[in-house]
């Protein structure tokens, strides 16, 4: 069958009635998606690890050291002289209450949150590695926490 007989054939069939369409509208899964003025809060907290980034990889380490979940202070990790910029994808950002550290008791304080990010590592404006994945970020008495992120060996 030709790609025209098959255009056409597609055709003829939505103008006959044959697609489905669902009445209603769409609506956003329920309770899993974060408050308005938290989401301002997470997206703020990759705008300002991202700013820093611009500034190098010394702004960096300090940006990741303030904003360290205070639950887990001891859990950083060394990143040299790597930088790390961190696009999240916000219609992915969800509400993760089951989440907590890798070998950690309990979870952190806070309302946890996950977020599909795309993340970009440099050294001395090269870029050495993308990926994707996810990221949590915690959100405590009006502020964004994260977890400093390891490079892996």
């Known amino acids: 069958m030709t790609v025209r007989r098959v255009i056409a054939l597609t055709l003829v069939a939505l103008s006959a009635g044959c697609a489905t369409t669902v009445p209603g509208q769409a609506v956003p899964m329920g309770g899993n998606t974060a408050p308005g003025q938290e989401r301002e809060i997470v997206s703020q907290y990759f705008t300002d690890l991202n700013d820093a980034a611009a500034e190098g990889s010394d702004t960096q380490r300090d940006f990741l050291r303030r ?6 202070t001891d859990r950083t990790c060394e990143l040299g002289d790597l930088v790390l910029t961190i696009e999240p994808a916000l219609s992915t950002l969800r509400v993760d ?57």
């Open 67 to 72: 904003t360290q979940h205070p639950d887990f």
């Open 97 to 153: 209450p089951k989440w907590k550290p890798e070998k950690a008791t309990s979870r952190p304080r806070g309302s946890v949150y996950v977020v599909g990010v795309s993340v970009r590592i440099r050294r001395d404006n090269a870029t050495l590695a993308e990926q994707i994945g996810s990221q949590r970020v915690v959100v405590l008495d009006g502020r964004a926490y994260g977890f400093a992120p390891c490079p892996t060996r």
